[in-house]
């Protein structure tokens, strides 16, 4: 098992910036790629970003290329999603992910943290 805890998230101002973290705990070693999804109210959940251990592959959707970078600190078992700028259309719970099998899957999930961008 793989727990996910995510902080970072807070209220802020279009054009302001916000780091979320992930924390993974328990199995790390089983994990093989973490990414970065987000649900905006009324909206399904979507992917943001995710970084892949093998060949340390990153990838973003386009929506947020250019403005949010993901990144991993392996010895603090850790990924963080660097946001900047914010746009009200950024307002979302974030969630953490990680999975042990094929690059397109997920099986842990953090709890989310809410982001919340003002005009």
């Known amino acids: 098992q793989v727990q996910l805890a995510e902080s970072g998230g807070g209220l802020v101002q279009a054009g302001d910036s916000l780091r979320l973290s992930c924390a993974a705990s328990?199995?790390?070693?089983?994990?093989?790629?973490m990414a970065w999804f987000r649900q905006a109210p009324g909206k399904d959940r979507a992917f943001v970003a995710s970084?892949?251990?093998?060949?340390?592959?990153?990838y973003y959707d386009e929506s947020i290329k250019g403005r949010f970078t993901i990144s991993r600190d392996a010895a603090k078992n850790t990924i963080y999603l660097q946001m900047n700028p914010l746009e009200p259309a950024d307002t979302a719970v974030y969630y953490c992910?990680?999975?042990?099998?094929?690059?397109?899957?997920?099986?842990?999930w953090g709890q989310g943290t809410q982001v919340t961008v003002s005009t």
């Open positions: 970084i892949h251990w093998i060949g340390n592959n990153i």
């Open positions: 992910a990680a999975g042990i099998g094929p690059p397109v899957d997920y099986d842990y």
């Open positions: 328990g199995h790390t070693l089983t994990i093989n790629q």
